[in-house]
């Protein structure tokens, strides 16, 4: 009595607006350029809607983003709302204390004032763990 669904592609994806009309240095003298949106920014793993395996409650979660992370910006995961670890430069990070059930995972691109450049849509992901009550079970 299945019924078999077709799930939209995998990962989650920011895109910028349209870009905006570059000023030539004529017109903008005073040395200060303004940043160019970034292009895109998606979680890479876990997949949307994807299951995670792993007894000790780790996650590692990896990200796409272009053009490369800018000077002075950061990294934010926030996962079921709530940032977890220090901002970082890094791509890749893992989260500890992930317990089992589903859970929505979001990541920011935020710049030396803490706030928000680019974010991704929020990827679901299921933590499945291994049950002492029923070992046998896959």
Known sequence: GAE?????ATGSTYQSPAPRQQRSSADDDDGSDEEAAYESLRILHPEHEGTVRDN???LDVQVAVEPELREGHRFRFVLNGESRGDPTRSSSQRLTEVHRGEHQLQVRIIDG???TVAETESVTFYMHQASRLMPGRQ
Do not use: K
């Open 56 to 58: 000790q409650g780790h």
């Open 4 to 8: 078999r669904i077709e799930s939209p």
């Open 113 to 115: 004032a803490g706030e």
